[in-house]
């Protein structure tokens, strides 16, 4: 069979034709992916990765039978270890050796306060306010995107229009809710 068919299988609820993809599949896999992070134990957990995202996709749909299951596989394998790269790089840990003591003393560092608690809600009412004053399409797309967390492909099919209209939309309603808080003159920030 081949590895479509076997996809196709696993899809409909054939959980035999899974162990046939990861038992053809796993001996290069893992040899990629080890080839690229250079420590067994990491390459075990990014081999556990891949097929977890495999399993997901393909049992929720998203497999698409164009080009090859093997080369499907190393993109998931290569995306989730380019993820985990640029987490590394952005994570920085600072010793407290190599900061002043007055700077770990710092308010800023502190947890909020009940005070910063309340300006922070009522910020946030404004903005809620200021909201109804935009076009609801472009209300209803500040909204998904910010409150909601929906990416600008997944507003684009729940609102039926294009994924450059749904960002236009928000890039309207950015320049209007700037004006709105010059007119009204909100203050954001603290």
């Given at each position: 069979?081949?590895?479509?068919?076997?996809?196709?299988?696993?899809?409909?609820?054939?959980?035999?034709?899974?162990?046939?993809?990861?038992?053809?599949?796993?001996?290069?896999l893992?040899?990629?992916i080890?080839?690229?992070?250079?420590?067994?134990d990491?390459?075990?957990?990014?081999?556990?990765?891949?097929?977890?995202?495999?399993?997901?996709?393909?049992?929720?749909h998203?497999?698409?039978?164009?080009?090859?299951?093997?080369?499907?596989?190393?993109?998931?394998?290569?995306?989730?270890?380019?993820?985990?790269?640029?987490?590394s790089?952005?994570?920085?840990?600072?010793?407290?050796?190599?900061?002043?003591?007055?700077?770990?003393?710092?308010?800023?560092?502190?947890?909020?306060?009940?005070?910063?608690?309340?300006?922070?809600?009522?910020?946030?009412?404004?903005?809620?306010?200021?909201?109804?004053?935009?076009?609801a399409?472009?209300?209803e797309?500040?909204?998904m995107?910010?409150?909601?967390?929906?990416?600008?492909?997944?507003?684009?099919?729940?609102?039926?229009v294009?994924?450059n209209?749904?960002?236009?939309?928000?890039?309207?309603?950015?320049?209007?809710?700037?004006?709105?808080?010059?007119?009204?003159?909100?203050?954001?920030?603290g």
């Amino acid at each position: 069979m081949t590895d479509h068919e076997l996809v196709r299988l696993y899809e409909e609820g054939n959980d035999s034709a899974f162990d046939i993809l990861l038992a053809r599949h796993q001996g290069y896999l893992y040899s990629y992916i080890l080839f690229l992070v250079k420590d067994n134990d990491v390459a075990n957990d990014f081999f556990q990765d891949t097929f977890q995202r495999a399993i997901i996709a393909i049992r929720s749909h998203k497999y698409q039978t164009s080009g090859k299951f093997s080369a499907w596989l190393m993109r998931i394998a290569h995306n989730l270890i380019v993820d985990k790269s640029r987490e590394s790089e952005t994570s920085c840990t600072v010793r407290e050796s190599q900061v002043k003591p007055k700077a770990l003393n710092s308010l800023s560092l502190s947890q909020a306060t009940r005070e910063d608690e309340i300006i922070d809600l009522q910020r946030r009412d404004d903005i809620r306010r200021l909201l109804n004053y935009l076009p609801a399409s472009q209300r209803e797309v500040v909204i998904m995107r910010f409150y909601d967390d929906l990416s600008f492909k997944e507003i684009a099919q729940q609102t039926g229009v294009s994924i450059n209209t749904a960002l236009g939309r928000m890039r309207y309603a950015l320049i209007n809710l700037r004006k709105l808080i010059v007119q009204r003159q909100f203050s954001l920030v603290g």
